[in-house]
């Protein structure tokens, strides 16, 4: 039996829905960073890293912003906000030289999580004065 001829609005559609197919199939392909779909978290820790300091620093605030950011393992004296949340703010007490400060377990560490610092100060022993926090640098690393 014969089929009967389509229509070219029939056929224009028929060739819309395959390319529509094609295209969303390419796209759901493209999702992951092999091809292989979304990554799988990779908990554990990062180390809050001073990559910069100026002489005599007493105190630095930081601010770790991501999602779940756990509990400071500190080097120096350490004050944190409520581990956990997408935002923990550490207070550093002491002497601050560039190199690894703190350790914070988080539940993905292939998300960017961001360190910077929110205010600093020089000095010891109850006698504090103000510094720029741009004069210091933090960063996070696996």
Not at 30 to 53: E, K
Not at 102 to 126: E, F, H, W
């Amino acid at each position: 039996m014969k089929r009967a001829a389509r229509s070219p609005a029939v056929r224009s559609r028929a060739r819309g829905m395959r390319s529509l197919a094609l295209a969303a199939s390419l796209a759901i392909t493209g999702c992951g960073s092999d091809g292989t779909g979304p990554q799988a978290p990779d908990p554990g820790p990062l180390r809050l890293m001073v990559t910069q300091a100026s002489a005599g620093a007493g105190g630095l605030l930081v601010e770790i912003s991501g999602p779940g950011v756990g509990t400071a393992t500190p080097s120096y004296r350490v004050w944190q906000t409520e581990p956990g949340s997408s935002r923990t703010v550490l207070f550093l007490k002491g002497a601050v030289q560039p190199g690894p400060v703190a350790q914070l377990d988080v539940p993905d560490r292939n998300v960017a999580y961001v360190a910077r610092v929110l205010d600093a100060s020089a000095g010891a022993g109850g006698h504090y004065e103000r510094q720029s926090p741009s004069d210091f640098g933090v960063e996070l690393r696996r």
